[in-house]
């Protein structure tokens, strides 16, 4: 656990560990949860398919394209106690590759027209 005050900054890092320098980083997902088991019901977006949904989070340039490096300001949930859960989802990119994920950035993601 790291523990931190509401409304303080709180710092993460993701880092590849490979041989192959031209890998890199790209996070595409991160949701926080009062709970460590579900991630879907009761959570709350930080970055949602490369989208931006939480406006305290800042991304900080890396000197190496296989460490992601970022921020948010720590939250609690209402009613919950006082343990918030992250889980984030990275996606490795052959670098200079236009066509990957990584290079995509934000996908706004259409919603499906249910039939009757």
């Known amino acids: 656990?790291?523990?931190?005050?509401?409304n303080q900054n709180l710092y993460l890092q993701a880092s590849l560990y490979s041989s192959d320098p031209l890998l890199?980083?790209?996070l595409d997902t991160c949701v926080a949860s009062p709970t460590p088991h579900n991630?879907?019901?009761?959570?709350?977006?930080?970055?949602?398919n490369g989208c931006v949904k939480d406006p305290t989070y800042v991304k900080y340039s890396s000197?190496?394209?296989?460490?992601?490096r970022f921020?948010?300001?720590?939250?609690?949930?209402?009613?919950s106690n006082s343990e918030v859960y992250l889980q984030c989802k990275l996606v490795v990119c052959r670098a200079y590759d236009y066509?990957?994920?990584c290079y995509q950035g934000c996908v706004h993601?259409?919603?499906?027209?249910?039939?009757?």
């Open 1 to 6: 656990p790291y523990y931190v005050g509401i």
């Open 24 to 26: 890199q980083l790209f």
């Open 39 to 48: 991630f879907t019901r009761g959570s709350y977006a930080l970055i949602e």
């Open 63 to 68: 000197p190496y394209r296989h460490i992601l």
């Open 71 to 79: 921020k948010f300001n720590a939250f609690q949930f209402v009613q």
């Open 99 to 101: 066509s990957s994920r």
């Open 109 to 116: 993601r259409s919603k499906r027209e249910a039939s009757s």
